[in-house]
C-alpha cells in the first residue's frame, strides 16, 4: 500500500527528469548484446536493481514518461521519444548520469526523494563506459532488488501473512516469509512447504483438499503462484507472468482454472493442468487485493486499490460490473455460499453486500447494505462455507463476527496482540482461525446458538399503545410559583390550562405541571401561542418527578455522511446533498444537528440531492424533533431507531439519544407553537415543561396548554374542481391529505355516479406515509355533455383504518364537468410489444388511424422492488407538432412510493417535434410495497391532456435464480 502510494507520489517529479533527458538525448544507443569481461558490471545482476529501484515507478512499461521505459535492456536501447537516452562508452556524455549525478540541472531525483548513492552512480558510469552491454538473448527483467540490510527483530517469530483451512480436515496453512507451514490442529504435526519468493501473500485450497495454491512474490520484481499436491508436498506446478509482486489468487471450484493477480492491476487466468495463460483481464487502475470465483466457477471477482470491485464473465474475460460505491481501497471482495451476493470491504471501513444481478450479461449489481464496521481500514474477512457466518478484521485490532444474511454484528474481540493478518472457518464453521502479523493465531469457536440483536424499531415496539377513553377537558389556569418540580400545579388528564409565562422580577420563567399517565397511553402536548398573537416561541418537554428529562428513543448510526455542494435551510424539502448518497436507502432516517428527517426520493442525477418528506414544501421531522439549519460539510448520519433500553454493540459511530421534548411543530403547520406526542414508558407522575426557547418573557407572554388523548385522524381535499375534459382524453384531479396526531395509514379514495361516459381512477389510494394521490378524469369519445344534476351526482369518499375504527370523510363532488374542445394531444400508454418499432419515434406519415380505444380491461405492468421495466408512450397529434413533455421526477403521475420513471437525463421525459412515441423506464426501489396501483402520464402543454390509467402490479422481490453465465456467442 505504501509503495502503492509512492509510485503516485513519484510520478509527476521523477518523470521530469526522465522526459528531459529523453528530450536532449544524444543519438548514440547502447550496446548490441556483446560478450562481458568477468571485471564489468552485469546488466541483470547489477544495473537492471538499480534502474528498477530508482527509475522504473514512472518508466516502467505501465508508466511510460516521455516513451521511456527503463525496465528492460530492450526498453533503454529503443530510448524514448526524442531518442536514446545513454552513449555507450562516455558516461559524460549521457544525460541520465549527468542529471543523477548533478553535473547538469535540474539534479534527479529531488532532494527530497530517495537516489542513487556515489557507488551506485559508479556503477552505472562503469556499465555505461564499458559499452552498455545487455543480457544476451530476449530483454530480461531485474531477478534482484537492492535494498537496505536490516537486522531481524530479536527472539521474533515470523509474522503470518495469510491463512486458510483445508476443506474436511483438521488441517490450517499458515503463510510466512518464503515458506507455508501446514499444521494438524488434532496432532502434533507440522508440515512446510517452502522455496517461495518472499513473502506468501495468499492461500487457497482446492475444493477437494488435494490442492494448495500459494501466491508469493517480491515486490518491484515478480510474482510467482505455485500450486503443490498436500499429501507429498511435491510442486505440482509454478505460474509467473506478473511484473510485481503477486497479490491474491483463487481456484476454481472444479479446480481447473487459476486467477492470479497483484500489484502490475492485471489479472492472469491460468490453465491448471499446462501451466497455459489462457487470457488477460484488465481494466483496474490500482493494485488488485483479491480474488473470487462464483460457486458455478463462471464468474470472478476482484476487489482493487482503485476503489472499485468487478465482475467478470471467466468464459471471455467481458467484464460485466463494476461496483464503484466504495469511499476507499478494497482489500477484500467474496461471492456469498451461494453465489446470490457479494461482499465486498476494505480501508474506508464498512462492509457492503451487493445483490448479484450481472449473472449471464453486463448489469448493475444493486446494493443491498453498506455497514461500518470498524474504526480503521478492514484487512481481513472470510465466510463460513454453509453461508451462516462473516468474520472481519482491522488496523485497530478489532475482530468481529457477523451475520452474513443481514450483517449483524454477533460478536466483538477487541486489542488483539497485533494487526489480525488472515481468517478462515473451519469446515462446519463453527470454528474461526485468526492469525496476526506478531506471528501468533488462535482457533475460536463459534457460538451458533447466538442470537443477533435485535433490529425491531422503535415503532414496533409500541405497535399496540393503550387506547384512552373520551373525556371532555378540564379547564384551568397555571398557578404560580410553579417553576420547581415541587412546585408544580397539579392537572388531571385531559386538561386545558392558560399560562403566562412571566416573572416580575425580569429573569425566565418556566412553568412545569404534574400529571400521572399509565404506560403505553399516548397524549398530545400541545402549545397555542403564536397562532393567537403572542409573542412566546415556546419549547415544551416532558420530565420525570426529579425534573430529569424522560428519553424517547436510542438512534444509533449507521452511516456517516455530510453536507455537499451547500448547506440546507431551515424549510425546504428538496436537494438535501450528501455524500456517500448511493449507499442509502429511501425511508430511512437522516439525522443532522438533533434534527431527523426522512428520505422520500433519490437524487435524480448530478445536480441534485435527496428529497426528504413530504417531498414538497417544508420538510417535517420525526419524533419530534425540530428542523435546523446545516452548513455545508456539517456531518449527517443513517440512524435506525431502538428502544431506549437497547444495548446496541457499538459500530464506531455515534449513538443519539432523543428525549421527550418540542421547539416547533414536526409537520409545520403551526409556525412557533410546540407540539408533541408523548407515549408514557411506564405507569407514573410525569411533569410538562412550557418556556420561551429564547429564555423571554413578560405579561404579554400568554399561552393555552392541551393534554389530550391521541384520536388518529385525517381530513382530505380534492384538487382539479370544475374539470373541463376533451373527449377521448383525461384531466389530472388530486386527493391531499393532513393527517392528525401520527396518523400514518392508507387512505383509499372511492368516486361513485359519474355522468355517463365518464370514468375516474377509483379506487385512489393516499399510501401510508404519503400526503398526496392523483387521479385521472376521463371521458369517451362519444361521452355526451353532462348535465348539472349529473355533476351533482358525484360522490368522492375518503375512508381509513384507525385506531378509533373506520373513518369516513365526504369530499362532495368534482363541481361542474364539462366537455372541452378536441385535445391537441391524445396519449396512450402501451406495452413496448406492438406497432411501435422505435423506443423514439414513428414516422407521422404513416400514422393514419386513431387510438382504438381501450377495452373494459387496461393495459396491465407487473415489476418488482428492485426491478427496472419499459412501457411506450404514444402520441396522437392534432396540429400539434412541438415537444411534448411530460415532466422530470414527478413524470410518473401517482406512481407507488419508492417508484419513479428512470433515465429521463436533465430534459424529462418528453416526445421531441415530429415524433409519435418514445420507450421509457419505470423503476421500483427496494421499499416499494407490494400493490395494485393506476398510473398516468401527464403532458405539459396547454390543456395538460393525460393518458388513461394503467395498472401497475407491484409484485414481492423474488430471490435472484440461478442463470448459467453464457458468452457471447450463446446469447
Given at each position: 500500500?505504501?509503495?502503492?502510494?509512492?509510485?503516485?507520489?513519484?510520478?509527476?517529479?521523477?518523470?521530469?527528469?526522465?522526459?528531459?533527458?529523453?528530450?536532449?538525448?544524444?543519438t548514440a544507443a547502447p550496446a548490441k548484446p556483446a560478450v562481458r569481461t568477468p571485471t564489468e558490471?552485469?546488466?541483470?545482476?547489477?544495473?537492471?536493481?538499480?534502474?528498477?529501484?530508482?527509475?522504473?515507478?514512472?518508466?516502467?512499461?505501465?508508466?511510460?514518461?516521455?516513451?521511456?521505459?527503463?525496465?528492460?535492456?530492450?526498453?533503454?536501447?529503443?530510448?524514448?521519444?526524442?531518442?536514446?537516452?545513454?552513449?555507450a562508452g562516455d558516461p559524460t556524455a549521457s544525460h541520465l548520469i549527468r542529471l543523477i549525478d548533478g553535473s547538469a540541472e535540474p539534479k534527479m531525483p529531488p532532494d527530497d526523494q530517495p537516489g542513487p548513492n556515489a557507488e551506485e552512480i559508479a556503477l552505472l558510469a562503469d556499465w555505461i563506459r564499458a559499452g552498455a552491454k545487455g543480457p544476451d538473448g530476449d530483454s530480461v527483467r531485474p531477478t534482484r532488488l537492492v535494498v537496505p540490510s536490516l537486522p531481524p527483530a530479536p527472539n521474533g517469530e515470523r509474522p503470518i501473512t495469510a491463512v486458510a483451512w483445508q476443506p474436511a480436515s483438521e488441517r490450517v496453512a499458515f503463510a510466512r516469509y518464503g515458506r507455508v507451514d501446514l499444521i494438524d490442529l488434532a496432532s502434533p504435526e507440522v508440515r512446510s512447504f517452502d522455496g517461495m519468493p518472499g513473502k506468501v501473500n495468499a492461500l487457497r485450497f482446492s475444493t477437494d483438499g488435494r490442492f494448495l495454491a500459494t501466491a508469493s512474490g517480491i515486490t518491484g520484481l515478480s510474482g510467482r503462484a505455485d500450486l503443490w499436491e498436500v499429501a507429498t508436498g511435491e510442486r505440482r506446478q509454478s505460474f509467473e507472468g506478473h511484473t510485481d509482486a503477486m497479490l491474491a489468487l483463487a481456484l476454481s471450484p472444479d479446480g481447473t482454472l487459476l486467477a492470479t493477480a497483484g500489484y502490475d492491476r492485471s489479472i492472469l487466468l491460468w490453465e491448471v493442468a499446462s501451466g497455459e495463460l489462457l487470457r488477460t483481464f484488465a481494466g483496474h487502475n490500482g493494485a488488485i487485493y483479491s480474488l473470487d470465483f462464483d460457486p458455478t466457477g463462471q464468474l470472478l471477482l476482484s476487489a482493487s486499490a482503485d476503489q472499485t470491485l468487478k465482475v467478470w464473465r471467466v468464459a471471455d474475460g467481458e467484464r460485466l460490473d463494476t461496483l464503484g460505491q466504495p469511499l476507499e481501497e478494497q482489500w477484500i471482495g467474496r461471492f456469498s455460499a451461494d453465489g446470490a451476493?457479494?461482499?465486498?470491504?476494505?480501508?474506508?471501513?464498512?462492509?457492503?453486500?451487493?445483490?448479484?444481478?450481472?449473472?449471464?450479461?453486463?448489469?448493475?449489481?444493486?446494493?443491498?447494505?453498506?455497514r461500518f464496521a470498524h474504526e480503521g481500514p478492514i484487512v481481513a474477512f472470510a465466510r463460513s462455507n454453509d453461508g451462516r457466518f462473516l468474520a472481519s478484521a482491522a488496523e485497530d485490532r478489532t475482530l468481529k463476527i457477523w451475520t452474513a444474511a443481514d450483517l449483524i454484528e454477533l460478536d466483538f474481540f477487541e486489542n488483539q496482540s497485533d494487526i489480525v493478518s488472515g481468517l478462515d472457518f473451519s469446515p462446519d464453521g463453527n470454528r474461526l482461525v485468526v492469525a496476526r502479523l506478531d506471528g501468533s493465531w488462535v482457533v475460536m469457536p463459534i457460538d451458533a446458538s447466538a442470537t443477533p440483536p435485535s433490529e425491531s424499531t422503535v415503532e414496533a415496539t409500541l405497535a399496540a399503545p393503550m387506547t384512552i377513553a373520551d373525556a371532555t377537558p378540564v379547564e384551568g389556569n397555571e398557578i404560580e410559583p410553579n417553576d420547581t418540580p415541587a412546585e408544580a400545579t397539579r392537572v388531571t388528564l385531559p386538561v386545558r390550562v392558560s399560562g403566562t409565562l412571566h416573572h416580575a422580577d425580569g429573569t425566565a420563567d418556566r412553568d412545569l405541571y404534574r400529571f400521572e399517565a399509565s404506560a403505553g397511553e399516548t397524549w398530545m402536548i400541545e402549545v397555542d401561542a403564536a397562532r393567537s398573537g403572542s409573542p412566546v416561541d415556546s419549547f415544551v418537554e416532558v420530565l420525570d418527578e426529579s425534573g430529569q428529562p424522560v428519553r424517547?428513543?436510542?438512534?444509533?448510526?449507521?452511516?456517516?455522511?455530510?453536507?455537499?455542494?451547500?448547506?440546507?435551510?431551515?424549510?425546504?424539502?428538496?436537494?438535501?446533498?450528501?455524500?456517500?448518497?448511493e449507499e442509502m436507502e429511501l425511508n430511512e432516517f437522516l439525522y443532522a444537528g438533533g434534527e431527523v428527517v426522512r428520505l422520500w426520493l433519490y437524487p435524480r442525477g448530478p445536480d441534485s440531492g435527496f428529497k426528504v418528506y413530504p417531498g414538497e414544501g417544508s420538510r417535517h421531522t420525526w419524533f419530534d424533533t425540530t428542523s435546523v439549519s446545516h452548513a455545508l460539510g456539517a456531518p449527517c448520519y443513517i440512524v435506525r431507531p431502538l428502544p431506549v433500553d437497547a444495548r446496541p454493540i457499538p459500530n464506531g459511530l455515534p449513538i443519539f439519544a432523543i428525549d421527550y421534548q418540542n421547539d416547533d411543530d414536526a409537520r409545520r403547520r403551526w409556525g412557533r407553537d410546540s407540539r408533541l406526542t408523548f407515549t408514557a414508558p411506564r405507569s407514573g407522575t410525569y411533569l410538562v415543561s412550557v418556556r420561551d426557547v429564547r429564555g423571554f418573557g413578560g405579561e404579554d407572554f400568554r399561552y393555552r396548554l392541551d393534554l389530550r388523548p391521541q384520536r388518529h385522524d385525517f381530513s382530505a381535499s380534492l384538487g382539479g374542481r370544475d374539470p373541463q375534459v376533451s373527449p377521448g382524453s383525461g384531466r389530472e384531479f388530486s386527493i391531499s391529505v393532513v393527517r392528525e396526531d401520527d396518523f400514518r395509514g392508507p387512505i383509499t379514495v372511492t368516486i361513485d355516479g359519474l355522468p355517463a361516459g365518464f370514468h375516474a381512477t377509483s379506487p385512489l389510494v393516499v399510501e401510508a406515509d404519503q400526503e398526496r394521490?392523483?387521479?385521472?378524469?376521463?371521458?369517451?369519445?362519444?361521452?355526451?355533455?353532462?348535465?348539472?344534476?349529473?355533476?351533482?351526482?358525484?360522490?368522492?369518499?375518503?375512508?381509513?383504518?384507525?385506531?378509533?375504527?373506520?373513518?369516513?370523510?365526504?369530499?362532495?363532488?368534482?363541481?361542474?364537468?364539462?366537455?372541452?374542445?378536441?385535445?391537441?394531444?391524445?396519449?396512450?400508454?402501451?406495452?413496448?410489444?406492438?406497432?411501435?418499432?422505435?423506443?423514439?419515434?414513428?414516422?407521422?406519415?404513416?400514422?393514419?388511424?386513431?387510438?382504438?380505444?381501450?377495452?373494459?380491461?387496461?393495459?396491465?405492468?407487473?415489476?418488482?422492488?428492485?426491478?427496472?421495466?419499459?412501457?411506450?408512450?404514444?402520441?396522437?397529434?392534432?396540429?400539434?407538432?412541438?415537444?411534448?413533455?411530460?415532466?422530470?421526477?414527478?413524470?410518473?403521475?401517482?406512481?407507488?412510493?419508492?417508484?419513479?420513471?428512470?433515465?429521463?437525463?436533465?430534459?424529462?421525459l418528453m416526445i421531441i417535434e415530429g415524433r409519435t412515441a418514445r420507450d421509457f423506464f419505470i423503476t421500483a426501489s427496494p421499499v416499494t410495497a407490494p400493490q395494485d396501483r393506476w398510473f398516468h402520464l401527464k403532458a405539459?402543454?396547454?390543456?395538460?391532456?393525460?393518458?388513461?390509467?394503467?395498472?401497475?402490479?407491484?409484485v414481492p422481490a423474488e430471490p435472484v435464480a440461478d442463470a448459467p453465465v453464457t458468452a457471447p456467442s450463446e446469447q
Open positions: 500500500m505504501i509503495r502503492f502510494a509512492g509510485r503516485s507520489i513519484l510520478h509527476a517529479r521523477v518523470g521530469l527528469l526522465l522526459a528531459i533527458v529523453a528530450a536532449s538525448a544524444v558490471p552485469d546488466y541483470v545482476q547489477d544495473v537492471a536493481p538499480i534502474l528498477t529501484r530508482y527509475c522504473v515507478a514512472c518508466h516502467g512499461a505501465d508508466e511510460r514518461e516521455a516513451d521511456l521505459a527503463l525496465d528492460s535492456f530492450d526498453a533503454i536501447s529503443r530510448g524514448g521519444e526524442s531518442g536514446p537516452v545513454i552513449v451476493s457479494i461482499y465486498g470491504a476494505g480501508s474506508d471501513s464498512r462492509i457492503r453486500r451487493w445483490t448479484l444481478a450481472s449473472r449471464g450479461v453486463p448489469a448493475i449489481n444493486p446494493i443491498e447494505v453498506a424517547r428513543v436510542l438512534l444509533q448510526a449507521v452511516r456517516d455522511s455530510y453536507f455537499t455542494f451547500r448547506g440546507k435551510d431551515s424549510d425546504t424539502s428538496d436537494d438535501f446533498r450528501v455524500h456517500n448518497w394521490a392523483f387521479g385521472v378524469l376521463w371521458a369517451d369519445p362519444d361521452a355526451p355533455a353532462p348535465t348539472p344534476d349529473a355533476s351533482a351526482s358525484v360522490r368522492i369518499v375518503a375512508t381509513a383504518e384507525t385506531d378509533r375504527g373506520t373513518i369516513e370523510h365526504d369530499l362532495g363532488n368534482f363541481g361542474t364537468i364539462a366537455l372541452a374542445a378536441p385535445s391537441k394531444v391524445t396519449i396512450r400508454i402501451v406495452p413496448t410489444e406492438g406497432e411501435v418499432t422505435s423506443a423514439d419515434a414513428l414516422d407521422p406519415s404513416t400514422e393514419t388511424t386513431e387510438f382504438p380505444w381501450p377495452a373494459e380491461t387496461p393495459f396491465e405492468l407487473t415489476i418488482r422492488p428492485g426491478q427496472t421495466i419499459q412501457a411506450r408512450v404514444q402520441v396522437q397529434r392534432t396540429e400539434f407538432p412541438g415537444i411534448v413533455p411530460f415532466g422530470n421526477e414527478d413524470s410518473g403521475r401517482n406512481l407507488p412510493h419508492g417508484s419513479f420513471v428512470d433515465n429521463i437525463g436533465l430534459n424529462g405539459r402543454i396547454d390543456g395538460e391532456p393525460c393518458s388513461l390509467p394503467i395498472l401497475l402490479h407491484v
